[in-house]
Nanobody, 115 residues
Framework: QVQLVESGGGLVQPGGSLRLSCAAS????????MGWYRQAPGKQRELVAT???????NAEESVKGRFTISGDNAKNTVYLQMNSLKPEDTAVYYC?????????WGQGTQVTVSS
């Protein structure tokens, strides 16, 4: 089993920054099997940023240059640094771990970008 706990969400003004954290515990093979997704009201859950081969990262087009995914192996924790936030970034942000047999999701953390 794998447990994921997100934190760091909140209310921020447009142009502001937030850093989300996802702490993983349990049978973790590698933090580079983790990624961030988000779901806005009335919309489907979408990929935000993940690791691809090794520690190489990949990000959804609308967040490239603004959001950065990183990880700390020693802490089994993945981060999402979000800069230049826009109202359209408002969503519940989820951490996902791709296990050998199945995927695991955290409970989500709300990010609201509003003046």
């Amino acid at each position: 089993q794998v447990q994921l706990v997100e934190s760091g969400g909140g209310l921020v003004q447009p142009g502001g920054s937030l850093r989300l954290s996802c702490a993983a515990s349990g049978r973790i093979v590698s933090i580079y099997r983790m990624g961030w997704y988000r779901q806005a009201p009335g919309k489907q859950r979408e990929l935000v940023a993940t690791f691809t081969i090794g520690s190489t990262t990949n990000a959804e087009e609308s967040v490239k240059g603004r959001f950065t995914i990183s990880g700390d192996n020693a802490k089994n924790t993945v981060y999402l640094q979000m800069n230049s936030l826009k109202p359209e970034d408002t969503a519940v942000y989820y951490c996902r771990y791709s296990g050998i047999v199945r995927a695991y999701w955290g409970q989500g953390t709300q990010v609201t970008v509003s003046s």
